[in-house]
């Protein structure tokens, strides 16, 4: 069984947040909320979430700062943010900040439920990706590592009958010939 994903809610309504919050657990996620941007980032400097739902309009300061220091401490968490006054300016300028989406408040419960998975599959597979890419770093250097320590001369040569490349032994025969 897969571990549930985290969320955390940053809204400083109070009523949003239990009515996000019920209709979450009851998806089956694991659900925190914090009403102010101070203590959401005092949190996600002890723990990391999943998601983050993040209102752009909070108590103490703008969701975009909330975002920056995201950003900062935990670039792989996803962050949707969230408001009841919408612009297409805050829109680009969350985006341009790397938030994952942006929703205007009211929202449909099926559209926060879609983009919240869209946004947490997102996630897996930019994981999948990185783990991915550090395999084929780390079968590269071993590569690389055998082909310039053997004591066989080897030559990589292309279709074309040049050679790409060549090993320090392969280097001391072929300089001699």
């Given at each position: 069984m897969?571990?549930m994903?985290?969320i955390l ?6 009523l949003?947040?239990r009515?996000?919050e019920?209709l ?5 996620y694991l659900i925190?909320s914090?009403?102010s941007g101070n203590?959401?980032i005092?949190?996600?400097e002890k ?5 983050v ?6 108590q ?5 700062q909330?975002?920056?220091h995201?950003n900062?401490l935990?670039p792989q ?13 805050s ?6 900040k ?5 929703l205007?408040k009211?929202?449909e ?23 991915a890419e ?6 590269e ?8 320590n053997?004591g066989t001369a ?5 279709v074309?009958?040049s050679i ?7 280097a001391?025969?072929?300089?001699k010939?």
């Amino acid at each position: 069984m897969a571990p549930m994903s985290t969320i955390l809610i940053v809204d400083d309504d109070p009523l949003l947040c239990r009515s996000i919050e019920a209709l979450l657990v009851s998806e089956g996620y694991l659900i925190q909320s914090i009403h102010s941007g101070n203590e959401a980032i005092a949190l996600i400097e002890k723990k990391g979430f999943d998601l983050v739902l993040l209102d752009l309009f909070i108590q103490d300061m703008e969701g975009y700062q909330v975002l920056d220091h995201i950003n900062r401490l935990r670039p792989q968490m996803q962050v949707i943010m969230m408001t009841g006054m919408a612009s297409v300016d805050s829109a680009r300028v969350a985006l341009r900040k790397g938030a994952y989406d942006y929703l205007r408040k009211p929202f449909e419960h099926q559209a926060l439920l879609k983009t919240i998975s869209n946004a947490l599959e997102n996630r897996r597979l930019k994981a999948r990706h990185q783990r991915a890419e550090q395999a084929l770093r780390s079968s590269e250097e071993k590569y690389r590592s055998v082909f310039h320590n053997t004591g066989t001369a080897t030559v990589i040569i292309e279709v074309d009958l040049s050679i790409s490349e060549a090993n320090a032994r392969a280097a001391d025969l072929l300089g001699k010939l």
